[in-house]
Nanobody, 125 residues
Framework: QVQLVESGGGSVQAGGSLRLSCRASGYGVSRACMGWFRQAPGEEREGVAVTSPSGGSTLYADSVKGRFTISRDNDENTVTLQMNNLKPEDTAMYYC??????????????????WGQGTQVTVSS
């Protein structure tokens, strides 16, 4: 059974940086899509950034392009989200997720079957 454990959330002022990490355990993780999603109170869950199994293909939400970078280390079974120039609107619970790879990784949460418990990111103005 795949398990995902996130770390690295916290509180930061606007313009600051945070680095989220997710460690995955279980069979086949290195051949799966992995991504970071976020959900603010009263909002739908949003796909922030996803990466293909090799890490060679990534996809970002328009709102984070140029500020966030997703990367993965298949030897360590980790996926990282580097978040720079954070804005108050980035405040949300951030979740790591993994899902099967069928040639493309999407930002649709329905395409991801395993989820971490989430880590809170709060950005103050």
């Amino acid at each position: 059974q795949v398990q995902l454990v996130e770390s690295g959330g916290g509180s930061v002022q606007a313009g600051g940086s945070l680095r989220l990490s997710c460690r995955a355990s279980g069979y086949g993780v290195s051949r799966a899509c992995m991504g970071w999603f976020r959900q603010a109170p009263g909002e739908e869950r949003e796909g922030v950034a996803v990466t293909s199994p090799s890490g060679g293909s990534t996809l970002y939400a328009d709102s984070v392009k140029g500020r966030f970078t997703i990367s993965r280390d298949n030897d360590e079974n980790t996926v990282t989200l580097q978040m720079n120039n954070l804005k108050p609107e980035d405040t949300a619970m951030y979740y790591c997720a993994t899902g099967p790879y069928f040639g493309i990784c999407t930002r649709r949460s329905a395409d991801y079957s395993r989820w971490g418990q989430g880590t809170q990111v709060t950005v103050s103005s």
